[in-house]
């Protein structure tokens, strides 16, 4: 990198830029952020005044072959991660992709041979892998706090939002030729990750997935069981048109529970035999921040320090293919 810095270049700042994401390339030490790609240039030039970013593109090519640009996050919509990272990839260029990877295992495979050909890192957006509540479950869990683990339950579901109502303008979550799938691949896909990164990778997944509101051709309810290669099972059932708003994880072992939710702030919760404590911990103000730390030190001082990568990733997306329906070999990535 450039004299022990990473300058940083985003394709496609949207929402998720303002304060999720852009503002941790500017705050994190030997990282900046230098450009900013949006097809609607004005909106580029907007982001790039209020975010103090010296250039704006209306073109990734542009973007990416900038010399002045190391790196690159791909903040885009699911249906382009594979385009953007194999033109990164073929510039050499590291890659930080937005989650879910891709819109399924196969696109996902080839980011990760294209970016291993030439030697460029690809790295994937499940900052929860870095957050304090997530480290200090596994932190109970290598230390045997609830002894051997048997199995996982997660059960998320929410209301219908507006949004999905309007069938002439249904947001691209809920369209499968972007998204890959429908809300299930934007939201189960961060639990799904978390679990692989607490309790290894899954080895066979099966389910059931309909759409049962009627709003939009994608799926609205999945039931998938699991098995990780560990011997661990895993159960979970998400459903996006309920009464209410429900996010909960619960891991069982030989001695104790561990109770927690993917996106809410609520306390980790240890349940023994001894009795019961839990931890609260605050949201990070831009929640990608420690995982993009993670990043800059490997790319800057060696080793491997990110705990997201495109193997990783990859597997999240199989998974997900699985327990919808979608067979796919998980050999591929030789987990």
């Known amino acids: 990198m450039h004299d022990k ?6 394709i496609g ?17 030997n990282s900046e952020l230098v450009a900013v790609m949006r097809r609607t240039g004005e909106l580029a030039k907007d982001y790039a005044e209020r975010h103090r970013v010296p250039k704006w593109y209306d073109d990734a090519d542009a973007l990416i072959n900038d010399p002045e640009v190391d790196a690159v996050y791909i903040a885009t919509p699911p249906g382009s991660h594979k385009e953007y990272t194999l033109k990164a990839a073929a510039a050499g260029k590291p890659v930080y992709v937005e989650k879910p990877m891709a819109r399924n295992f196969e696109e996902c495979t080839e980011m990760v041979a294209a970016c291993k050909e030439v030697g460029a890192p690809l790295y ?14 596994k932190e109970l869990l290598d230390q045997e706090a609830i002894g051997d683990v048997r199995f996982v339950s997660s059960t998320q579901y929410q209301k219908a939002r507006d949004d999905v109502k309007d069938s ?18 934007d939201l189960a896909s961060h639990t799904l990750d978390i679990l692989d990164f607490l309790l290894g990778p899954i080895q066979e997944a099966k389910g059931f997935a309909s759409n049962q509101g009627g709003y939009y051709e994608a799926e609205d309810i999945v039931t998938g069981t699991y098995q990780f290669t560990s011997g661990v099972q895993g ?15 619960e891991i069982v072992g030989s001695k104790g529970k561990i109770r927690f939710s993917t996106f809410g702030d609520d306390p ?17 103000l831009h929640v990608h921040q420690p995982l993009v730390e993670t990043i800059v030190k490997e790319l800057t001082e060696g080793g491997d320090w990110c705990p997201s990568t495109g193997d990783s990733g990859a597997r999240t997306n199989w998974v997900m293919d ?11 990535l030789k987990i």
Not at 124 to 137: D, G, H, P, S, T
Request: hydrophobic share 40%.
């Open 5 to 10: 810095k990473v300058r940083w270049g985003i």
């Open 13 to 29: 700042c949207g929402d998720v830029t303002e304060k999720k994401s852009g503002p941790a390339f500017q705050k994190v030490k």
């Open 124 to 137: 994937v957006a499940y900052y929860r892998r870095a957050q304090e509540r997530f480290l200090k479950i």
């Open 168 to 185: 002439e303008h249904l947001p691209w979550r809920v369209q499968p030729a972007v998204a890959g799938g429908g809300l299930f691949f």
């Open 235 to 249: 159960i979970g059932k998400w459903c996006f048109t309920a009464f209410e708003d429900v996010d909960m994880n």
């Open 268 to 284: 980790v919760r240890l349940t023994t035999i001894e009795g019961k404590e839990q931890w609260s911990f605050e949201r990070p």
């Open 322 to 332: 699985a327990i919808v329906g979608k067979e796919r070999h998980l050999s591929v």
